[in-house]
T-cell receptor, first 112, second 114 residues
Framework: KAGVTQTPRYLIKTRGQQVTLSCSPI?????VSWYQQTPGQGLQFLFE???????NKGNFPGRFSGRQFSNSRSEMNVSTLELGDSALYLC???????????FGSGTQLSVL | DQQVKQNSPSLSVQEGRISILNCDYT??????FLWYKKYPAEGPTFLIS???IKDKNEDGRFTVFLNKSAKHLSLHIVPSQPGDSAVYFC?????????????WGLGTSLAVNP
């Protein structure tokens, strides 16, 4: 069974640009969550989707948005990138909302 | 207001000895607790979990203890191995009606010295 797949693995952008990250969950998993990790800041929760509906949302500005498609695949978008958005962005999937999460390897985003 | 606290940012242990990682929580509505291990530049991997109706769960070298009265969770690794060197996160699930989400601690960096 394939794990959670995140693309791209690495990304370099400049300030002001926007970026879209992609996540394919484990087959049969209907919930997808997104997290941001920066050094010393632990795992900061962004949002969680289940059956194309956002179920939970963290404390991030509106520049961070996401969506989930009918096949459970999810995308996360960050608009007007800032230097502080440089981080490892992690996607995780689970069968139900807030169940045991299976994480992908992450997308390392660098904003210059 | 941090509901899940891992008060030790780092821990150093000798190979073969026991590693004890701790987690304190404040919310009595937590019904499920999980431990994850994370290597640099990788996603966290699930280690072990425990339901709030239990006080101990064991899986190989890993044992999680839950003390509900003290609102305290601990992960024991015996014996510790150099490959256990990683950041460990505890997470707790709040489950109140339609509100169900995971709350994460900030992590403890474990170094197991050969």
């Amino acid at each position: 069974k394939a794990g959670v797949t995140q693309t791209p693995r690495y990304l370099i952008k400049t300030r002001g640009q926007q970026v879209t990250l992609s996540c394919s969950p484990i087959s049969g998993h209907r919930s997808v969550s997104w997290y941001q990790q920066t050094p010393g800041q632990g795992l900061q929760f962004l949002f969680e989707y289940f059956s194309e509906t956002q179920r939970n949302k963290g404390n991030f500005p509106g520049r961070f948005s996401g969506r989930q498609f009918s096949n459970s695949r999810s995308e996360m978008n960050v608009s007007t990138l800032e230097l502080g958005d440089s981080a490892l962005y992690l996607c995780a999937s689970s069968r139900q909302v807030s169940e045991k999460l299976f994480f992908g390897s992450g997308t390392q985003l660098s904003v210059l | 207001d941090q509901q899940v606290k891992q008060n030790s940012p780092s821990l150093s242990v000798q190979e073969g000895r026991i590693s004890i990682l701790n987690c304190d929580y404040t919310n009595s509505m937590f019904d499920y607790f999980l431990w994850y291990k994370k290597y640099p530049a990788e996603g966290p991997t699930f280690l072990i979990s425990i339901s709030s109706i239990k006080d101990k769960n064991e899986d190989g070298r890993f044992t999680v203890f839950l003390n509900k009265s003290a609102k305290h969770l601990s992960l024991h690794i015996v014996p510790s191995q150099p490959g256990d060197s990683a950041v460990y996160f505890c997470a707790a699930r709040v489950n109140a009606g339609n509100n169900r989400k995971l709350i994460w601690g900030l992590g403890t960096s474990l170094a197991v010295n050969p």
